[in-house]
C-alpha cells in the first residue's frame, strides 16, 4: 500500500533525493507503501476478495491516508490455481 | 517485499494471531513486505528492469533477509505503455 497522492510522502522523497545523488537521476518518482500476501480458506476467489478487503478495511490499512488494491489467484488476471480452499491473496495499498 | 521464508516474520505472525482474535480464522498465514513503485526514464521496458533491479540492490532491498520481484508497464505481462520514455515501475520483495 501507499500513500494516497494528496498525502506527502517523505520517505519516497528521499528515496528520489538519495538516487539522483547515486547517479539514478532517471528514476524521477518513488512511492513506497506496504505489501501483504495473505493465506486464505474461502471456497471462490470472490469469497477470498470479500474476505481480504474486510481484513484491510478493519486490520491493514489507514483509510485516511492510504488507499489499497487486492489481487486473489484464481482470478481472471491472476494465475489459476489448484482446485481446492488454500488461495493466496495479494494486497498492496496504493494511491488513488 | 517481504522476508525470505527462512527468516522469522513477526509481524506476520502477529497480524495472524489479532486476526484470529477478530474471527478472521480463514486468514491462515501472513507474510509482510514493502512496496515500492518507481517513475523512471528508459528507452525500453527492459532498459526499466536493468536501472531498478540495480537500484533495489544497491539502496531498497536487504539481500541478507530479503528477495524481491520487479514488475515494468509494457513488458508482455503488465499494462501496455503509451509510446515515450516514461515507465512505471513496481517492485516487492518477496520470499524466494
Known amino acids: 500500500m501507499t500513500l494516497k ?3 506527502f510522502d517523505p520517505q519516497g522523497r528521499t528515496i528520489v533525493e538519495a538516487l539522483g545523488s547515486m547517479g539514478y537521476g532517471a528514476v524521477r518518482d518513488v512511492r513506497q507503501g506496504k505489501y501483504f500476501e495473505l493465506d486464505v480458506d474461502a ?3 470472490a469469497a477470498a476478495r470479500t474476505l ?3 481484513v484491510a478495511d478493519r ?4 483509510p485516511v491516508i492510504e488507499s489499497y488494491r487486492v489481487e486473489v489467484d484464481g482470478e ?3 494465475p489459476p490455481v489448484e482446485p481446492g480452499r488454500r488461495r493466496v491473496t495479494r494486497m498492496v495499498t ?3
Open 5 to 7: 497522492p494528496s498525502v
Open 94 to 96: 496504493l494511491g488513488d
Open 76 to 78: 481472471e488476471t491472476s
Open 43 to 45: 471456497e471462490t476467489p
Open 52 to 54: 481480504v478487503t474486510e
Open 59 to 62: 486490520l491493514l490499512a489507514n
